[in-house]
């Protein structure tokens, strides 16, 4: 112990009060600085005789060594206490649940159009895209349909406002027969002059429109046409083929198929497709699923075929029914609410 003691106390009282680094300099100053005490008790030691001077300087060499150390000691722990606030605002918790991505799923209206397409695909079918705006020709008088004709009226059909360059008002096509020619119309003009012409096998899915709105109908709702012609394609073969489809398409053989009399200006003879399932919750019942026919030499001509060696079949089925049966849903709304309670049971 000697005078210097309380120098070096204040010294260390002043280092442990600084917060900021800075503070600690100014401290340091005050202690080791050109005008701090150190410095001070050094200038003093001139007037001193040379014995003193040497027990002076080194007591004023402890104390100096002991606030150095002070100082050292202060500086390490400021820095510490930075580091680890850093450390602190940069922590996340390891044992917090990840955050999920949200995963979305395949519409029940898509998934039942991807499966048709698969298994069309297989059995040798190409799958065509046409517009849903169509010209009135397309969309009616190519398909036998002629203006003024009561058939006209089976279908409710949306116009757009603008006209063909016939002066027809263009229309939301209300079924999708009108690729049946588009598509038929491209293949005769590809293969023109070939012998034997190939077949024309082509499936259209797509959207569909009508003014009809009820649990089982929708303005907007989706069609699949099918169309094979050639040499010798009959009715035999469509039952063959839409057999076939129904039982990939609902993964069972126990369905039966009813082909029940009807009519469609563009198919004769025609019929509506009914199937009844033997096990389910539809057990029993007929179920219709689409139209279908032979198609009429008329609209075979309207292709650009020659209706005594083109001959076939067309039919159009409602990819939404198909889809109602395949996942036992009664109401047609549910697939264009987007509700997710309702889409998310597809995940
Ligand atoms: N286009 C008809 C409809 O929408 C269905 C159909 C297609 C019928 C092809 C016969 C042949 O109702």
């Known amino acids: 112990m000697n005078d210097l003691e309380p120098m070096v106390q204040d010294a260390e009282a002043e280092f442990a009060a600084a917060v900021a680094p800075a503070e600690l300099e100014d401290a340091k100053a005050r202690f080791l600085g050109k005008a701090g005490r150190i410095t001070g008790e050094l200038k003093a030691l001139a007037a001193l005789s040379t014995d003193a001077k040497k027990s002076r300087g080194a007591q004023i060499n402890a104390a100096k060594q002991r606030i150095e150390a002070a100082l050292a000691s202060r500086r390490a722990a400021l820095a510490n206490a930075r580091l680890e606030s850093e450390l602190a605002a940069q922590a996340f918790d390891v044992s917090l649940p ?87 119309q491209a293949h005769a003009r590809k293969h023109v002059g070939a012998s034997p012409m190939p077949d024309v096998r082509v499936i259209v899915p797509g959207r569909t429109y009508r003014v009809d709105s009820d649990a089982t109908h929708s303005p907007m709702f989706h069609q699949v046409e099918g169309l094979w012609l050639g040499e010798n394609v009959s009715f035999r073969d469509l039952k063959a083929m839409y057999l076939d489809f129904m039982q990939a398409f609902f993964e069972t053989t126990e369905l039966q198929l009813r082909f029940r009399p009807s009519y469609f200006p563009f198919t004769e003879p025609s019929a509506e497709i009914d199937v009844r399932f033997e096990h389910g919750p539809l057990a029993g019942r007929w179920l219709e699923v689409s139209g279908s026919g032979q198609v009429h030499p008329q609209v075979v001509r309207n292709m650009g075929l020659d209706p005594e060696r083109q001959i076939g079949f067309a039919f159009g089925s409602g990819i939404d029914r198909l889809a109602m049966l395949r996942y036992g849903i009664d109401d047609l709304r549910l697939f264009f609410d987007n509700d997710l309670r309702f889409l998310a049971q597809f995940a």
């Open 98 to 184: 990840g955050r999920r991505r949200f995963e979305g799923s395949i519409h029940p209206v898509s998934r039942a159009l991807e499966r048709i397409e698969t298994i069309f695909a297989s059995m040798g079918f190409e799958v065509a895209d046409g517009p849903e705006i169509e010209t009135d020709w397309y969309s009616f008088t190519a398909l036998n349909n002629p203006e003024n004709h009561p058939a006209r009226s089976m279908q409710d059909t949306f116009y757009v406002d603008v006209r063909d360059a016939e002066g027809r008002w263009l229309n939301l096509r209300p079924h999708t027969s009108p690729m049946q020619i588009r598509y038929a």
